[in-house]
């Protein structure tokens, strides 16, 4: 389940291109996900049957069903575009979380941190695991997480992060600006998709930093700018672009156990416990990734 699925069950509202579109009955959802290949078509190169792989590009619409179904068909499927070889030390689960973690990785990455920078990751949902992974595996030296669900600090905090902090419990940028001498961080991830996030890492990037951003919103934010337009803040976005190509370093580096992402997945179920896989993902306190196994 991903954290835009979230969104669609919760407001009937899928955002498309520059609006929200309203969902249609009879869609399958799912854009997270990997398999094993059942019958390819003629016109298919580079896959066969059997094939272990991670499967992008679906679960947009009633054109496109996704993954949360038994078997769906993968329109295009062209190996580095809409299909990923997965190594036999990958499991199908870790599998399923290639495309969280590579947006993560794509959001640190569009960020350009070098090494000695101090950074800090808002939300540590498997998009802010997968960033902060990213930066260690670039070079960063200090790595803060903010989040509020302590279930997803703790694993943060054992996944690499060197300063963890419960935003529920003290103000992150109050603290921020406390490790880092009044200077602020380097670079900030907002990954949470929250206007207060957004608003916080503005105000807890230095001068001259950058702030990247992955996350997608609910609602708009109410912001007043001049202070980053003054301070030549850098502000990148993470989640799209030149994303897709990561798929195959994120496979990689989950490879050769660069990166690490199994601890994330708490929860497990059935596709006739949906419902409450959805619920369950409310609760940040005791999920960090739900998947699906038909």
Known sequence: ICGSDIHRWKMGTEFVGFSWRKQQAGEVWGHELSGEVMAVGDKVAAINKGDRVVVTGVGGNIDRPGGFTERIRVPNAVVGKTIFPLPDNISFEEGALVEPMTVGLNAARRAKPKFGDTVVILGAGVIGQGAMQGFRAMGATKIIVSEVGQKRLEMAKALGADIVINAREEDPVKRVLEITSSKGADIVAECAGQPVTFVQAMDMVRDLGTVTIPA?????????????????????TGLSGDGRMNFFDTIELLRTHKFN??????????????????????????????????
């Not at 199994?262 to 998947?291: C, G, M, N, Q, R």
């Open 261 to 294: 992402c199994k601890p994330l997945i708490s929860h497990e179920f059935s596709l006739d416990k949906a419902t409450e896989a959805f619920e369950t993902h409310l609760k940040s306190d005791e999920s960090i990734k739900i998947i699906f196994k038909p």
């Open 216 to 236: 997608l919103y609910e609602q708009p934010v109410q912001w007043l700018p001049n202070s980053v337009i003054l301070r030549n803040i850098n502000i990148v």
